[in-house]
């Protein structure tokens, strides 16, 4: 008998912590976004919009995981991508009240990334991402909703 009480007690305990813990992952960065917009800033100062589809997911755990890719075929390779493809993942360290992160790459499609520890600025409205590198001449911008 005290052990079913003590199991009800516990599963009392989770539920009611359970919407709490809820909202708070809502206003954070940490969860599964699903990449609704690309863009960047081309040489005559226009916005143009780049038809890549993507997640990106970072973990309760400390861990961020970025999939991309372009539908062209014919996709030239970038800093970030190969054959159109965009695939990488490592530890991540998020800084909410500057609005940063930083990941270092542990794994990537492009190797040349591997090691490297890349800062990008984020705005978490709702359930919309928006996320920018802290690096302005990079001129781009992706934007998520959250699954």
């Known amino acids: 008998m005290k052990t079913e009480l003590q199991f009800a007690m516990f599963a ?30 081309n040489s005559e100062g226009s916005l143009a919009e780049v038809p ?31 054959n159109g493809y965009e695939a990488y993942y490592g530890p991540v360290e998020i800084d909410e009240a500057k609005n940063t992160f ?17 800062v990008r600025k984020f705005q978490v409205t709702e359930d919309q991402l928006v996320i920018l590198p802290a690096d302005p001449s990079e001129r781009w911008r992706v934007t998520y909703e959250r699954f």
């Not at 997640?55 to 800093?79: C, E, H, R």
């Open 12 to 41: 009392l305990a989770l539920a009611v912590s359970g919407p709490a813990l809820a909202q708070d992952n809502k206003a954070s960065i940490v969860g599964a976004w699903r990449m609704t917009s690309l863009q960047f800033t």
């Open 52 to 82: 890549y589809s993507g997640q990106v997911i970072f973990s309760q755990s400390g861990s961020l995981s970025v999939q991309a890719m372009d539908p062209d075929p014919a996709a030239k390779p970038t800093t970030y991508t190969a």
């Open 102 to 118: 930083t990941i270092t790459v542990e794994s990537s499609l492009v190797r040349d990334l591997i090691g490297q520890k890349l």
